[in-house]
């Protein structure tokens, strides 16, 4: 069992940035491949970007690659989403959810630890 913790959430103006963390409790925490995740209002929840568990292999979706970046430190047990030139449809609630998986997944079926979410809202 992993426990996930998201913080770094909040309100920021078009063009801007934010990074969110994961804190990570439990089991080892680089036994878990991660992952980060959104819902915005009226949506289905939406894959962004995860990592593998060493942190050599990362994916994006199409919709932030160039903009976001995933990064883990594992002495840390924390999982990071640096994200910049932040757009209003990047509003969402985000979550970071672990998954047993060696490299990740695009896929939140593939992920049984879920955090409680960080809201972002970006304004235009």
């Known amino acids: 069992q992993v426990q996930l913790v998201e913080s770094g959430g909040g309100l920021v103006q078009a063009g801007g940035s934010l990074r969110l963390s994961c804190a990570a409790s439990?089991?080892?925490?680089?036994?878990?491949?991660m992952g980060w995740f959104r819902q915005a209002p009226g949506k289905e929840r939406e894959f962004v970007a995860t990592?593998?568990?060493?942190?050599?292999?990362?994916d994006y979706a199409d919709s932030v690659k160039g903009r976001f970046t995933i990064s883990r430190d594992n002495a840390k047990n924390t999982v990071y989403l640096q994200m910049n030139s932040l757009k209003p449809e990047d509003t969402a609630v985000y979550y970071c959810?672990?998954?047993?998986?060696?490299?990740?997944?695009?896929?939140?079926?593939?992920?049984?630890?879920w955090g409680q979410g960080t809201q972002v809202t970006v304004s235009a």
């Open positions: 959810a672990a998954s047993v998986r060696s490299y990740g997944s695009k896929w939140s079926r593939d992920f049984p630890y």
């Open positions: 439990g089991r080892t925490f680089s036994s878990y491949a």
């Open positions: 990592i593998s568990r060493s942190g050599g292999y990362t």
